[in-house]
């Protein structure tokens, strides 16, 4: 079995929860030393499957990843939304939320969003709020602003309570414009009532 084929059958086994955690064991050692080389993102994906939380501190290490932004963006995905631990990780979230140059195709830029809304879902920061409440409304001036915007507003609606499905659309009585407005009011009005205490 070559190794492309033993990673495409571990990742298969990573989502059947078939993997040994002496394998696991395994899999971190190759991350540790740095001989996952073009493997890296799915062998970071199935220890986070497969191993879970126990693994944070080595999945944490790669929020910040300049190397490969799409490992960055697993990082969160996988601290904010699976294990639920991203409120410890809030500094980095705010750096990868400032859009770094390194983060060519938004894709740890695109996921710290979706993460901050996680984050904020499960407790209040006014940093994180106020940093995705500015993405909202003032976008950062490039091209794909509406795509971002809109994911602003979806983890805007993360953060004020709502549920994952409840926070993709607007209620059947309300445009996605007016929808919207009324989260970024709400949202604001948080920050403000936050700052008076």
Do not use: C
Request: aromatic residues 6%.
């Amino acid at each position: 079995m070559t190794r492309d084929e033993y990673v495409r059958e571990l990742i298969a086994r990573a989502k059947d929860g078939a993997i040994p955690q002496s394998e696991v064991k395994e899999i971190t050692q190759v991350i540790s030393q740095g001989a996952a080389g073009h493997d890296l993102y799915r062998l970071l994906y199935a220890v986070a499957r497969a191993g879970g939380p126990a693994y944070e501190n080595l999945v944490a290490g790669y929020l910040i990843y300049p190397q490969n932004p799409e490992v960055s963006a697993l990082a969160v995905q996988v601290l904010t939304g699976h294990w639920r631990v991203g409120a410890k990780y809030q500094r980095q979230i705010l750096e990868l939320l400032g859009s770094p140059d390194w983060d060519i195709s938004d894709d740890a830029f695109l996921a710290a969003i979706s993460g901050a809304g996680e984050i904020l879902h499960d407790g209040f920061d006014a940093e994180l709020l106020h940093s995705l409440l500015n993405l909202a409304e003032e976008g950062r001036g490039e091209y794909d602003d509406d795509l971002m915007q809109r994911l602003a507003v979806e983890a805007i609606a993360r953060a004020l309570g709502l549920s994952q499905a409840e926070s993709m659309k607007p209620p059947a009585n309300m445009t996605r414009l007016e929808w919207s407005r009324r989260l970024l009011r709400t949202a604001r009005d948080r920050l403000e009532s936050a700052s008076q205490t």
